[in-house]
Nanobody
Framework: QVQLVESGGGLVQTGGSLRLSCAAS????????MYWFRQPPGKEREFVAA????????NYADSVKGRFTISRDNARNTVYLQMNSLKPEDTAVYYC?????????????WGQGTQVTVSS
């Protein structure tokens, strides 16, 4: 069965960095665009970043542009989110997701999430 497993979350101070990973299995990874979403405490889940199946096109939420970078390694079936200059408002559970068409509104698979906490 398909699994998306996030890792790399944790507690970091304001201005620090973290790199999240999402390892995919049970699917043909190169067929899928990959995404990062986040859900801050008490708020709705929101889009963070997206990358197409071959890694040639990316999209970012305005709130993370210039600070976060999404990338993928198709040989390792893994997508990454490098997060720099972290702010307390970046505190959230971060999820990866997958679908077949970049920026299409529906998603085929979701991970279980990893907690990121940024202390002030």
């Amino acid at each position: 069965q398909v699994q998306l497993v996030e890792s790399g979350g944790g507690l970091v101070q304001t201005g620090g960095s973290l790199r999240l990973s999402c390892a995919a299995s049970g699917l043909t990874f190169t067929y899928y665009a990959m995404y990062w979403f986040r859900q801050p405490p008490g708020k709705e889940r929101e889009f963070v970043a997206a990358i197409n199946s071959i890694g040639s096109s990316t999209n970012y939420a305005d709130s993370v542009k210039g600070r976060f970078t999404i990338s993928r390694d198709n040989a390792r079936n893994t997508v990454y989110l490098q997060m720099n200059s972290l702010k307390p408002e970046d505190t959230a559970v971060y999820y990866c997701a997958a679908n077949r068409v970049l920026m299409a509104p529906r998603f085929d698979y979701w991970g279980q999430g990893t907690q990121v906490t940024v202390s002030s």
